[in-house]
């Protein structure tokens, strides 16, 4: 495992200027580079701790209000019911987003699509409350799109209307992703590459083991 420099990361981290400048700011190592397994399934050649970027509540008041000025730049907030955030930090980032658009006089409210065996569930108050409405859903990452492709689809299970996705980092330049994504707008603050593999990782092939996620033990 490395980790990159704070150089590297202003070359390999691109995009919206607040954003960069607050991963930079991290203190704690979460930008490694090394052969790290998803429990989604597949592999990574780094892998982006933005839990580490996050946990501080000045940077996500930050990055919070860079998304929600994003989404503002291209559709009307006030056509949303609310905002779904996907856990564990795409829910604390929606209830910043909702917080501040609330201080802006608009009304959302906020729901938390829950982790749960790989997949996700909404408490049974939120599921009844997405039906017939339209919905941001927010992450932090999107590596392989799976997370916001399941969420997207038990919202419109429930029959409500997943409109756009917002993201705080792409790491995917996967074609494949994107296309996948086709059934939702989705907006990206910054990009941070990343080689993804599914079961034909050479590393695993040539029966490399896996790196400890940072701060996972
Ligand atoms: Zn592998």
Redesign the pocket.
């Known amino acids: 495992m490395r980790v990159a420099t704070k150089g590297e990361i202003w070359e390999r981290i691109v995009g919206c200027a607040a954003v960069v400048e607050a991963i930079a700011a991290t203190e704690t190592a979460f930008y490694v580079e090394g052969?790290f397994?998803f429990s989604a399934g597949g592999?990574c050649d780094t892998y982006l701790d933005i839990g580490a970027v996050l946990d501080n509540p000045a940077r996500r008041q930050v990055i919070a209000k860079e998304l929600l000025g994003m989404i503002v730049e291209y559709l009307k907030l006030d056509q949303f019911y609310g905002v779904i955030g996907i856990e564990s930090w795409g829910n604390e980032l929606a209830a910043e987003m909702v917080q501040q658009a609330t201080a802006q006089g608009l009304s959302l409210k906020v729901i938390t699509a829950k982790k749960s065996n790989r997949d996700f569930c909404f408490d049974e108050s939120d599921a009844e409350m997405i039906r017939g409405q339209n919905w941001i859903i927010v992450d932090d990452v999107l590596t392989t799109g799976r997370s916001i492709i399941l969420v997207g689809e038990k919202v419109a299970l429930l029959g409500g209307k997943p409109r756009c996705a917002a993201v705080v980092a792409m790491r995917s330049e996967s074609l494949q992703t994107l296309l996948e994504l086709g059934l939702l707008t989705t907006f990206t603050l910054v990009h941070a590459p990343a080689i993804v593999?599914g079961d034909d990782?050479l590393?695993?092939v040539s029966g490399?083991a896996?790196d400890p996620i940072p701060g996972h033990g």
């Open positions: 052969h397994k592999c593999h990782c590393d695993c490399r896996h």
